[in-house]
């Protein structure tokens, strides 16, 4: 179509921890003026939900009980994306190692992983311009129809490096062994698991800078827009 810049364009950014999802999503959303969501935000949010009602976080049964009840709010400018369970900001607390610790097994059980699919389904349908999702499924069961797929990876060593560089003084090997830990528990869960679509590009960011990583985003969305 002619005047395909004008067209909503959908992006999914999936990949492990650690690979540049979240800063790679943020820069391409804000550069492109498109909107832009942070999933693993989400589950941490009901994540923390769940740790700071007292439930037991080894009881699927459980936590599938109570999935439905905190109501999770993300703003989705890329300048200032925003996080909130019942109107409270949990920015801050859902970084912390426990809720890190323990994100896996509530993301795990199908009836969060419904409720927060729902939420980023219609996230993604009202944003205007259209949005970058950044997650683990998003290319495969989320948003199948994205326009654009990217999977994103890098060795162990330089996700862990990255990590613990943001967690002032964590140790690298430790960081390591927990990404790795993390990383097969979202691999090998039954619901939707953390996979690469066959549509998608994967980058492997190991040798790359953050820089490079977005420019190769960025055009490969102008590639995607030009022929839409
Ligand atoms: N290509 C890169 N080279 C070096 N550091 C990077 C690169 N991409 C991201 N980072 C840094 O690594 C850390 C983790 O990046 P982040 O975007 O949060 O990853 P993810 O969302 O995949 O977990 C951040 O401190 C970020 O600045
Ligand atoms: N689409 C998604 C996004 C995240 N998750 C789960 C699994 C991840 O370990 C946690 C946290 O994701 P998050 O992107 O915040 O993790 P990192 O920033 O990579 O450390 O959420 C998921 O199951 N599906």
Same mark, same amino acid.
Do not use: F
């Given at each position: 179509?002619e $005047?395909?810049?004008?067209?909503?364009?959908?992006?999914a950014?999936?990949?492990?921890?650690?690979?540049?999802k979240?800063?790679?999503s943020k820069?391409?959303a804000?550069?492109l003026?498109?909107?832009?969501?942070?999933?693993?935000?989400?589950?941490?949010?009901?994540?923390?939900?769940?740790v700071? $009602?007292?439930?037991?976080i080894?009881d699927?049964t459980a936590?599938a009980?109570?999935a439905?009840?905190?109501?999770?709010?993300s703003?989705?400018d890329?300048?200032?994306?925003t996080i !909130?369970?019942?109107g409270?900001d949990? @920015?801050?607390?859902?970084?912390?190692p &426990?809720?890190t610790?323990k994100v896996?097994?509530?993301? @795990?059980v199908p &009836?969060?992983?419904?409720r927060?699919?729902?939420?980023?389904?219609?996230?993604?349908?009202?944003a205007e311009?259209?949005i970058v999702?950044e997650g683990?499924?998003?290319?495969t069961?989320v948003?199948p129809?994205?326009d654009?797929?990217?999977f994103?990876? @890098?060795s @162990?060593?330089?996700?862990?490096?990255?990590?613990?560089?943001?967690?002032k003084g964590?140790?690298?090997?430790?960081?390591?062994?927990?990404?790795i830990?993390?990383?097969a528990a979202?691999?090998?869960?039954? !619901?939707?698991?953390?996979a690469?679509?066959?549509?998608?590009v994967?980058?492997?960011?190991? &040798?790359?800078?953050?820089?490079?990583v977005?420019?190769?985003?960025?055009?490969l969305?102008? &590639?995607k827009?030009?022929?839409?």
């Open positions: 179509m $005047n395909g810049a004008a067209q909503p364009v959908i992006v950014i999936d990949g492990p921890s650690g690979t540049g979240s800063s790679t820069a391409v804000a550069q003026g498109l909107s832009y969501l942070d999933t693993g935000a989400q589950y941490r949010a009901i994540t923390w939900w769940m700071s $009602n007292g439930i037991d080894d699927p936590i009980a109570v439905g009840k905190p109501e999770i709010v703003g989705t890329p300048a200032d994306p !909130t369970v019942d409270t949990v @920015a801050g607390p859902i970084r912390t &426990e809720v610790s896996s097994a509530v993301s @795990a &009836e969060v992983r419904a927060i699919t729902e939420l980023q389904r219609s996230l993604a349908a009202s311009r259209g999702v683990r499924d998003i290319g069961t948003l129809d994205a654009l797929k990217i994103l990876t @890098a @162990a060593e330089a996700r862990a490096a990255r990590r613990s560089g943001e967690l964590a140790d690298v090997q430790s960081t390591r062994e927990a990404l830990k993390r990383d979202d691999s090998s869960r039954k !619901t939707s698991p953390l690469k679509a066959d549509d998608a994967e980058v492997d960011t190991t &040798e790359l800078t953050l820089a490079q977005i420019e190769c985003v960025v055009t969305v102008g &590639e827009r030009a022929v839409k």
